[in-house]
């Protein structure tokens, strides 16, 4: 009798052992851990990074968000401590010393989302003035955007210090009477021209393409001139000014991985590498989050939802 | 009654100045006509600068990363790690200990710690905290935040109080430590933050690492001054009864510096919050990130958390005083029965707080609070608020605009243009002159010294003689407004009151969440940076004047009283002389503040040198932003040394 209970306790010992490990097991390969996606400070990078985000959870995965600078986020990727940037506006030195050269961070290619940097005014002033839809027409009517600051030239508004320019040389390539006036950060900048807009006057100013106040403001962009062979965009390389006399790349937005994540085996990697979008998916996500203040998580939530085939291509369905 | 007779023996202030302020004017006349006659002519000459400087220092971040991100680095790198890796953990272990304890716990414990050792006012403050932080909706992030704030704050007094009283009690240390400080105060975070996030990669370590550069100094200053203000003939007391240095430190000194050790405490506080948002640029988290992303996406969220910075500076500062103050042993004569009952009283403030946690765990209260929070109401009417202040149609635009368009087209735009078009050698030659027939031989060729460096090394002589244009209204501003505001707060108890709130919001609302709504209102260059400027560094100078006066020791004034002096005249003739120190300590400060936020103001449309640091960071052109502060700092010195030349000799060689 003894040794019969003895037996069976043993022999329900092992059952209960083999069915919590059968459990840890199916567990584990479900569970694809704990990521970690960076958020760029615009609206359409928190727009990815939040979907992104909701359809890794969808899988199982836990997902955090850092919000690390553009350039530190390279050396955070390298260590490990960031998985993964959705969207990169191309930044040349990093990526020689980080991916080419360290191979601490992998480039995976463009998320589907094209950039597009130039020169923009508000839609009534070219409907207006319809010669300012190439930069020829601003020539002799550079004062009509004099402001206090520009004393007797015309303003010419840059950009945030973080982004791509090459303003200022353009404007010397260009013989314009423009003054750059630098007036800072996104949102200080935003606040310079939105103001100048309710007020229906001129303003030219330094923008980009996929932004979520473009849903809210009209704006039309003057072209400049076409790009040839060998015309530069680096303002800090300096040289002659003529070579910088063409309008601005179009940049194919890339996804970056931590070179750890890369090689982590991760369920999250396959998706997030699948992952791809459009200027107009990304502009109704970051419209809804910037403009309409919706939690970030929740317009995620909405655009998955309406958008389960897109989705459904992530997740290699 | 010494200290009095002292101060009357010293100079008469003001009786060196005539002959020498008229030949510096007749200098900045000759400038001004070199101005007018070349101008734009003579800008720095590009055969006197130092070219490849930036590009070696590109190279020199290149090679850190290269060697940094290889499988097995170097023991230093390796050093580097294991101090980040401490940091990180010391942080990660006080943030999962707070979250641990659920909001229900967490709360109990701020409030009953000090509620026990500061009494009711102060854990009245710091609950009403909690809730406002709960009702905001941003527990989790204030929560890291804390975190953050707590080991900085912490580990920047442990190292620059002991500093401090060195610095207070050798005048050579002093003398090696203060350029020291100047430069951790004005270079800007930006221009060192990637080699940083390099040696210790990011998080809360490298968040860590960043504010104690920032919030060290103030420590060590203040400490000093302290230290050096308790009277002498006190000290040589206590040495003629036979006291150690220990004892006299001990005994004397530290008790009697107590209020400057209290404003050393409360600006390390205020310093360390105020590099929240720079921390959560480099995976600090917390509060910084919901400002960060805020500023781009939804401003009101921005005001929201930027608020919640604030409380929690009020909240630790009012409370570290109370502590302070109620812990006082020159205060404080504790009977055995007293011991006994705070003991016990000791033991229920415990037993509370495991109470509280162990209900929190029972009903599930969760680590941070998110059920119902007031937020989007909050967020609604900071909103409307911020509406009004965008629409360009409102009554409060019509004058607001016009004054900015006024101030830049004929202030601040002709000053830049002459600083900036002005033959350099007229520049040179004529700062440095002012400055000698200001201060001195030596302030002159430090001056003329910094204006080399900025035009041959740092290539940034255009930027610098525009910032150096805004930077010298700034500063003016600061000062007049400053220096009366402080003397003000030291004669009125109830001036002081008022005002100790507004200096708190003022030194840890994040600028760029106050300035750029008020862009909307003047959307104008130059003018928002100035003003930053001066709101962010008055309430310092506010501070230093303000403790300095109310420092003076009262025989002195007794004596003047009793001679029948009135109160201004007591004021003018003897508080404001023997608190001179103070008061140049606070014109120091001042300037250094200033110098400290031309990031800010080059962010908010000041360009020059700010935009080039700013650009520097975030374009990988590290060379330019470590040349562009360089700039600054010489700005720095060069104005502190034409400001303060004479009071240093004079104490050299007293």
């Known amino acids: 009798m003894k040794v019969r209970a003895g037996g069976l306790a043993a022999l329900a010992a092992i059952a209960v052992v083999a069915l919590t490990a059968s459990a840890a097991g199916a567990k584990a390969q479900a569970a694809c851990g704990t990521v970690t996606l960076n958020q760029q400070a615009w609206a359409g990078s928190e727009a990815n990074t939040y979907v992104a985000k909701n359809v890794l959870e969808s899988i199982g995965c836990t997902v955090k968000i850092t919000t690390i600078a553009e350039v530190p986020v390279y050396q955070a990727m390298a260590d490990g401590k960031t998985d993964a940037v959705l969207e990169d506006w191309g930044h040349v030195p990093q990526q020689q010393q980080y991916v080419a050269k360290q191979k601490t961070v992998v480039a995976e290619g463009p998320n589907g989302v094209t950039g597009v940097i130039g020169w923009y005014i508000p839609t009534y002033l070219m409907k207006q003035y319809p010669q300012f839809k190439t930069w020829k027409g601003l020539k002799g009517k550079e004062t009509l955007f004099k402001s206090p600051e520009s004393g007797s030239q015309g303003m010419f508004l840059g950009g945030d210090p973080s982004y791509q320019q090459k303003d200022k040389v353009l404007i010397q390539a260009l013989h314009l009477n423009f003054k750059f006036v630098s007036v800072g950060a996104e949102p200080a900048q935003v606040a310079r021209w939105t103001q100048l807009y309710k007020q229906h006057k001129p303003v030219l100013f330094y923008w980009y393409d996929p932004q979520y106040l473009n849903a809210q403001y009209k704006l039309s962009q003057v072209q400049l001139p076409p790009r040839f062979k060998g015309c530069q965009d680096d303002e800090t390389k300096g040289g002659n000014p003529a070579k910088y006399a063409c309008a601005y790349p179009t940049y194919v937005l890339q996804k970056f991985f931590s070179a750890k994540f890369a090689k982590s085996g991760s369920p999250a990697v396959a998706v997030l590498k699948r992952f791809k979008w459009s200027n107009a998916d990304q502009n109704s996500v970051a419209g809804a989050i910037a403009g309409k203040h919706m939690d970030p998580d929740k317009a995620a939530k909405a655009w998955i939802a309406a958008n389960k085939a897109k989705v459904n291509t992530w997740l290699g369905k | ?654």
């Not at chain 2, 590109?58 to 294991?82: E, K």
């Not at chain 2, 001056?447 to 035009?455: D, E, K, P, R, S």
């Not at chain 2, 007591?570 to 110098?595: D, T, Y």
Request: aromatic content about 10%; hydrophobic content about 55%; overall charge positive.
């Open chain 2, 1 to 654: 009654m010494e200290a009095a007779a002292a101060s009357l023996s010293q100079p008469a202030p003001g009786a060196w100045w005539r002959g020498r302020a008229g030949a510096a004017i007749v200098v900045a006349i000759a400038i001004l006509i070199a101005f007018f006659g070349w101008k734009n002519q003579l800008p720095w000459p590009a055969s006197l600068t130092w070219n490849s400087l930036s590009h070696d220092l590109d190279n020199f971040q290149a090679w850190l990363s290269n060697n940094r991100n290889v499988p097995h680095p170097s023991i230093v790198f390796r050093a580097f790690n294991g101090v980040a890796n401490f940091l990180d953990n010391l942080v990660g272990w006080l943030t999962s200990l707070l979250f641990k304890l659920t909001w229900a716990g967490t709360t109990m414990l701020g409030t009953l710690v000090v509620l026990r050792f500061g009494g009711r006012r102060a854990a009245l403050i710091v609950l009403a905290a909690f809730v406002s932080f709960a009702a905001m909706g941003l527990w989790d992030p204030v929560v890291r935040t804390f975190a953050l704030t707590f080991a900085s704050v912490g580990l920047s007094l442990a190292i620059g109080l002991p500093l401090g009283v060195w610095a207070g009690r050798s005048d050579r240390f002093q003398r090696i430590v203060t350029p020291v400080l100047d430069a951790m105060q004005i270079i800007p975070a930006f221009a060192y933050l990637m080699p940083i996030v390099i040696l210790f990669s990011v998080g809360p370590g490298a968040a860590v690492a960043t504010t104690l550069i920032y919030a060290i100094p103030p420590a060590i200053r203040i400490t000093a001054l302290g230290i050096r203000g308790v009277p002498t003939n006190t000290v040589e007391a206590a040495e003629a009864l036979g006291a150690t240095k220990m004892q006299t430190l001990l005994k004397v000194q530290l008790p009697l510096a107590r209020r400057l050790l209290l404003l050393s405490v409360n600006q390390t506080i205020l310093f360390a919050l105020s590099m929240v948002v720079i921390a959560g640029l480099i995976g600090g988290q917390g509060l910084g990130a919901v400002v960060t992303s805020g500023l781009y996406s939804d401003p009101a969220l921005a005001l929201v958390a930027g608020a919640a910075i604030v409380i929690m500076a009020i909240a630790l500062d009012r409370a570290t005083e109370a502590m302070a103050n109620r812990t006082d042993p020159a205060h404080r004569h504790l009977t055995e029965g007293m011991k006994r009952t705070l003991r016990l009283y000791t033991a229920a403030c415990a037993a509370a707080v495991g109470l509280a946690v162990g209900l929190g765990y029972a009903f599930g209260a969760g680590s941070s609070w998110n059920r119902w929070t007031a937020q989007n109401w909050l967020l609604g009417y900071v909103q409307d608020a911020l509406n009004y202040v965008q629409n360009p149609n409102t009554f409060v635009f019509h004058i607001t605009s016009p004054i900015g368009n006024f101030l830049v087209q004929y202030g601040l735009s002709p000053l830049q243009s002459f600083f900036v078009e002005t033959p350099w050698p007229a520049m040179t030659f004529g700062l440095a002159l002012i400055a000698y027939f200001i201060s001195g031989l030596r302030p002159a060729v430090i001056t003329f010294a910094m204006l080399a460096l900025i035009g041959g090394v740092t290539n940034e002589w255009t930027n610098a003689m525009e910032t150096l244009s805004q930077v010298l209204v700034a500063t003016l501003f600061t000062l007049l407004v400053g220096i009366p505001l402080g003397i003000w707060a030291a004669e009125s108890l109830r001036a002081r009151q008022t005002m100790r709130p507004i200096l708190d919001v003022l030194q840890t609302l994040p600028q760029l969440v106050y300035i750029i709504p008020f862009i909307y209102l003047m959307p104008v260059s130059i003018v928002p940076g100035v003003l930053a400027s001066v709101l962010y560094a008055a309430p310092v100078v506010i501070r230093l004047v303000e403790a300095g006066i109310r420092e003076v020791s009262p025989y002195p004034v007794e004596a003047a009283g009793a001679f029948g002096a009135t109160r201004l005249q007591v004021l003018l003739k003897v508080k404001i002389p023997l608190a001179r120190e103070a008061i140049m300590l606070g014109v120091n400060q001042g300037i250094i503040m200033v110098l400290a936020v031309v990031v800010i103001a080059g962010l908010v449309g000041s360009g020059a040198l700010g935009y080039d640091v700013a650009q520097g960071l975030q374009q990988s052109l590290f060379g330019q932003g470590v040349l562009a502060s360089l700039a600054i700092l010489a700005l720095g010195i060069a104005l502190d040394r034409v400001t303060q030349g004479r009071r240093r000799k004079h104490i050299e060689f007293a």
